[in-house]
Antibody, heavy 120, light 112 residues
Framework: EVQLVESGGGLVQPGGSLRLSCAASGFTFSSYWMHWVRQAPGKGLVWVSRINSDGSSTSYADSVKGRFTISRDNAKNTLYLQMNSLRAEDTAVYYC?????????????WGQGTLVTVSS | QSALTQPASVSGSPGQSITISCTGTSSDVGSYNLVSWYQQHPGKAPKLMIYEGSKRPSGVSNRFSGSKSGNTASLTISGLQAEDEADYYCCSYAGSSTLGYVFGTGTKVTVL
């Protein structure tokens, strides 16, 4: 059974940093592109970032470019999102997600999400 | 990259059919047959309902169907049931540069 479990969320002050993790199990993690998607309280879904299977290629939404870094450790079956220079508008539930195929453009599997709150 | 435009809410009675539109541009919906649709119940993670515009994943009811015309994609729910009450989001691939993916604004479906 495919499982994605996010962790690392919490309360952080504006300008601070946080690192999210997504522990994957039930599939060959190193074969799949992985994504982060976020959802502000009461708002819609927003794609954040994507990393390819070996970590050599990444892409970001304009709103987080230069502040967030996606990475992965295939030996540990774990996806990361390093978030720096956090702003109030980054407050959201952050989901990690996996596509159907190794590089598919839609997401079949989602974690339960981890809440990040940016506030003083 | 602006969000795709969806109606804020759509409602219908049990057994009826409803359609949710998702309007983008020639740079996203109009350029790629890569629209997906997600159902989200309160406090839950999204669930994939349609991919590649009209394909249903295994396990998704055939009451859900998708289509696309030009820059607008649509999700139709036929035989509306109480458990269909949820938020629905479309999503489109928007190019291999830094455009990534763009979601719709979301539609609240209410079963009357």
């Amino acid at each position: 059974e495919v499982q994605l479990v996010e962790s690392g969320g919490g309360l952080v002050q504006p300008g601070g940093s946080l690192r999210l993790s997504c522990a994957a199990s039930g599939f060959t993690f190193s074969s799949y592109w992985m994504h982060w998607v976020r959802q502000a309280p009461g708002k819609g879904l927003v794609w954040v970032s994507r990393i390819n299977s070996d970590g050599s290629s990444t892409s970001y939404a304009d709103s987080v470019k230069g502040r967030f870094t996606i990475s992965r450790d295939n030996a540990k079956n774990t996806l990361y999102l390093q978030m720096n220079s956090l702003r109030a508008e980054d407050t959201a539930v952050y989901y990690c997600a996996r596509g159907q195929g190794s590089g598919s453009y839609w997401w079949v599997y989602w974690g339960q999400g981890t809440l990040v709150t940016v506030s003083s | 990259q602006s969000a795709l435009t969806q109606p804020a809410s759509v409602s219908g009675s049990p057994g009826q059919s409803i359609t949710i539109s998702c309007t983008g541009t020639s740079s996203d919906v109009g350029s790629y047959n890569l629209v997906s649709w997600y159902q989200q119940h309160p406090g839950k993670a999204p669930k994939l309902m349609i991919y590649e515009g009209s394909k249903r994943p295994s396990g998704v009811s055939n009451r859900f169907s998708g289509s696309k015309s030009g820059n607008t994609a649509s999700l139709t729910i036929s035989g509306l049931q109480a458990e269909d009450e949820a938020d629905y989001y479309c999503c489109s691939y928007a190019g291999s540069s830094t455009l990534g993916y763009v979601f719709g604004t979301g539609t609240k479906v209410t079963v009357l």
